[in-house]
């Protein structure tokens, strides 16, 4: 059967990204059982190579040394090298590209059909040039819109295809469990199988209004996903903001230059992330302290671009050297202005390695697993 290349949407997702990486480094761990941690002092797994799941191992759970299984440690510079070249590769097969994570990628195949005659010499292709640029495997799902095309992407991996045909997903959802749609977590599987949605098909038996009530625009989105509809339109570019800040209102009293730094860290810890969620690099950062009867503003230039958050502190540190201490103060705040988004084809450039680039990769493939150590004090977010 030919596929309606008008509706087509392919969603390619790498097998086992950062375990498949560590074996295609050392030849001695391939079809051997590898897990990934963040770092050396972490125990938690991050990924599991498939030989490592048929023993058991699985994402978020704590791996002991053992002879069973080789740990390896996160790597992101390797990591993000690898993902540069296998968008690189996707990019150069279809214009129409979604960058979702840094081992997935939408595309949107719409009147390819004069440069690939059918789909599988498209995936074939795909597959093949990828592996040739980067040793490594990655699985393929087609449908007509982005949820179906992820699903069909986990139904033959590793290393395989499948495809959805258009109209079929309903049909093809009917007896799967409902947590195999996306954004539909342990918590969310727990509620609904309480009302009876255990099967994507039962999600007639509860009303809209009722997901509605409890989850929103999520709720409907979920029941939108089981009966197989979805978007087939890939996300366009954010617009970039002029400028992204954080502010906190802080018990007035004498401060000295230690603990305003460390009230600062707080600060600059969200804003970065904030920064790195949308891909944005501020080329200055201003300080500003609220004392009893005026407000103190230093600026701080990054010619280069900046969006961790070892880079803003110790800009900061240095602004805050200026400040004649101790000194009253009832609010601080940090400001990132300047703010430049890379186009798409820098976006896959390998950026500057951090333990914060490591959380958030993780982050964003397994819904935020992993948190930075900082206090429960609230900030108030400043667009």
């Known amino acids: 059967m030919k596929y309606n290349w008008k509706t087509l949407i392919a969603h390619v997702d790498m097998d086992a990204f950062f375990a498949s990486v560590e074996q295609m480094k050392d030849p001695s761990l391939q079809h051997k059982p590898v897990v990934v941690t963040s770092n050396p002092n972490s125990r938690t797994v991050i990924a599991a190579s498939y030989e490592a799941k048929k023993l058991g191992y699985q994402v978020g759970m704590h791996v002991t040394p053992s002879p069973n299984v080789h740990i390896k440690h996160a790597n992101l510079t390797e990591y993000q090298e690898i993902s540069y070249k296998i968008m690189n590769c996707l990019a150069k097969l279809c214009a129409q590209i979604e960058i979702f994570s840094i081992d997935e ?25 990828i592996y040739e640029q980067v040793g490594l495997h990655c699985s393929v799902g087609l449908a007509e819109n982005k949820s179906l095309a ?27 469990p409902v947590e195999i749609l996306c954004g539909v977590g342990p918590k969310m599987k ?103 009867d005026k407000i103190i503003t230093i600026k701080h230039q990054f010619p280069q671009g ?56 993780i982050n964003a493939r397994w819904d935020n697993a992993i948190s930075i150590g900082i206090d429960s004090i609230r900030t108030e977010k400043v667009a």
């Open 105 to 129: 990628a939408y595309l949107e195949l719409s009147g390819m059909e004069h440069i690939y005659p059918n789909e599988e010499m498209f995936i074939t292709l795909l597959k093949r040039q």
């Open 150 to 176: 992820k699903i069909a992407s986990k139904a033959n991996k590793p290393n395989g295809h499948f495809m959805i045909p258009p109209g079929c997903g309903s049909a093809y959802l009917q007896d799967k």
């Open 190 to 292: 727990l509620f609904l199988n309480t009302l009876g949605i255990i099967l994507c098909g039962d999600i007639h038996k509860v009303p809209i209004s009722l997901l509605s009530s409890k989850f929103g625009q999520v709720g409907r989105e979920i029941k939108r996903m089981c009966l197989g509809h979805g978007t087939a339109v890939l996300l366009p570019p954010k617009l970039i903001p002029k400028s992204m800040g954080n502010s906190k209102v802080i018990k007035p009293a004498l401060y000295n230059q230690e603990r305003t730094c460390e009230i600062f860290r707080l600060l600059s810890i969200k804003l970065s992330t904030r920064l790195r969620a949308q891909s944005l690099f501020t080329q200055r950062i201003a300080v500003s302290i609220k004392t009893r």
């Open 306 to 361: 900046a969006q961790c958050h070892k880079e803003i502190k110790d800009a900061y540190h240095v602004l805050l050297e200026s400040v004649q201490w101790p000194l009253f103060v009832r609010q601080i705040a940090i400001r990132a202005t300047y703010l430049s988004k890379h186009s798409q084809e820098d976006l896959l450039k390998p950026m500057t390695t951090s333990a914060e680039h490591v959380i958030d990769a």
